[in-house]
């Protein structure tokens, strides 16, 4: 039996303002943006990523204090260049470490508004074996 890990609940202060910072300065894209009498509830997903992320304010989110997230991880080909559209795009990231020279090694990070920490790995592997084949992704727009 698979398990699969589809989505992560993020906890914000403002959704309006998470919107923008996912989707436009970190490039996750905007799969849902619904709004009831009762609720909102939005999700993005990293392009390639069966994984998203859903902010709202469902009773698991007014649980959770906003930014209190820490060390969620994605995972890029190239950290370098991860970084580089990352910082071109408005995102104050960290300096790139290199814990190990073998692949996996290499991390930087990066805080939301509300201080929700993330780190970026490399792993090289991902630019010939991407996690999800491109024929797969079209619900991410990639």
């Known amino acids: ?5 589809e989505v992560v609940v993020l906890p914000v202060s403002d959704l309006d303002r998470a919107i923008t910072f996912y989707r436009d300065r970190v490039g996750f894209h905007l799969d849902h943006d619904v709004h009831t009498e009762h609720m909102r509830i939005v999700q993005l997903t990293p392009t390639g ?51 190990d020279p073998r692949d996996g090694g ?12 993330w780190a970026v790995q490399e792993l090289r592997v991902r630019a010939d074996r991407p996690l999800i084949p491109v024929d797969h992704r079209d619900r991410n727009g990639g």
């Open 1 to 5: 039996m698979d398990w699969t890990l």
């Open 49 to 99: 990523s069966g994984c998203s992320l859903v902010l709202g304010d469902l009773p698991a989110q007014r649980q959770m204090e906003p930014g209190s997230m820490r060390g969620l991880q994605l995972v890029v080909a190239d950290a370098a260049t991860a970084r580089a559209e990352l910082v071109a795009r408005g995102v104050d990231c960290d300096e790139i470490s290199v814990i």
């Open 106 to 117: 290499t991390f930087f990070g990066f805080s939301d508004p509300d201080g929700n920490t």
